[in-house]
């Protein structure tokens, strides 16, 4: 006997479209929208770090101006002989004397040098720095020696944010502004390689253009290390 068949059985309810899974469409929609707003928030410093980073990495081939400093003011300070006893003290002596605001110390050790033919001891160099971007603070200090040379220097705009790009002078505030840039581009780059991913193979994604970089940056970055 003959089975009638219905052709409504043979499509799709709306209960039935109603449950098809959206996840990975929600998910590649989520990781569109990270990847447009944190390419928003990183787009002002993309521009001022890549014009930066090209003008220090052509300083020496191009020949490229780094930007220029100006010295403000030079003085001698007499040092007392208690505040030279070590780079802490000194440095103390500078914040809570002189009312200057040191944001790093360098120390270059002692060591024996030949002058004049002769093998003499040059004694520990002391290196105060502070400021900011513009305006830099830089004290010189010799172990022994009964004053330390404080120096200021107005830096260029371009000099500027050259040490900006290299994160001195701007505060821990700067630093920090400077990490969520850094991390912005990190989830940048992991966002952008998932959306190019989609709806591609492995195969296709070696022999595309980020496999095309990939090896480019091995080959290069090896040549240079090797």
Same mark, same amino acid.
């Given at each position: 006997?003959?089975?009638?068949?219905?052709?409504?059985? /043979?499509?799709?309810?709306? +209960?039935?479209?109603?449950?098809?899974?959206?996840?990975?469409?929600?998910?590649? &929609?989520?990781?569109?929208?990270?990847?447009? #707003?944190?390419? /928003?928030?990183?787009?002002? /410093?993309?521009?001022? !770090?890549?014009?930066?980073?090209?003008?220090?990495?052509?300083?020496?081939?191009?020949?490229?101006? $780094?930007?220029?400093?100006?010295? +403000?003011? $030079?003085?001698?300070?007499?040092?007392?002989? /208690?505040? *030279?006893?070590?780079?802490?003290?000194?440095?103390?002596?500078?914040?809570?004397?002189?009312?200057?605001?040191?944001?790093?110390?360098?120390?270059?050790? @002692? $060591?024996?040098?030949?002058?004049? *033919?002769?093998?003499? #001891?040059?004694?520990?160099?002391?290196?105060?720095?502070?400021?900011? +971007? &513009?305006?830099? =603070?830089? @004290?010189?200090?010799?172990?022994?020696?009964?004053?330390?040379?404080? &120096?200021?220097?107005?830096?260029?705009?371009? +000099?500027v944010m050259s040490r900006l790009h290299k994160?001195?002078?701007?505060? =821990?505030? #700067?630093?920090?502004?400077?990490?969520? !840039?850094?991390?912005?581009?990190?989830?940048?780059?992991?966002? @952008?390689?998932?959306?190019?991913?989609? @709806?591609?193979?492995?195969? $296709?994604?070696?022999?595309?253009?980020?496999?095309?970089?990939?090896?480019?940056?091995?080959?290069?970055?090896?040549?240079?290390?090797?």
């Amino acid at each position: 006997m003959p089975i009638a068949i219905s052709h409504h059985s /043979a499509r799709f309810s709306p +209960a039935a479209k109603a449950s098809t899974p959206k996840r990975p469409l929600t998910s590649f &929609r989520l990781i569109r929208q990270l990847h447009l #707003w944190i390419g /928003a928030w990183g787009a002002v /410093a993309a521009i001022l !770090f890549g014009i930066t980073g090209f003008v220090q990495n052509h300083r020496a081939v191009l020949k490229l101006p $780094q930007g220029d400093s100006m010295e +403000a003011s $030079q003085i001698e300070l007499p040092v007392p002989a /208690a505040d *030279g006893k070590s780079p802490e003290v000194l440095r103390h002596w500078l914040h809570d004397a002189q009312h200057l605001d040191i944001r790093s110390q360098r120390i270059q050790p @002692g $060591q024996p040098i030949e002058f004049n *033919g002769r093998r003499i #001891w040059q004694p520990a160099h002391w290196m105060f720095l502070g400021g900011n +971007a &513009r305006h830099v =603070l830089q @004290g010189d200090y010799s172990e022994g020696t009964h004053s330390i040379t404080l &120096r200021t220097t107005i830096q260029s705009p371009l +000099a500027v944010m050259s040490r900006l790009h290299k994160g001195v002078g701007g505060g =821990l505030p #700067w630093i920090l502004l400077t990490d969520s !840039f850094a991390l912005a581009m990190v989830v940048l780059g992991i966002s @952008g390689l998932l959306l190019w991913s989609r @709806g591609r193979t492995k195969r $296709q994604m070696v022999f595309s253009v980020v496999g095309t970089a990939v090896v480019i940056v091995v080959v290069i970055g090896g040549h240079a290390v090797i």
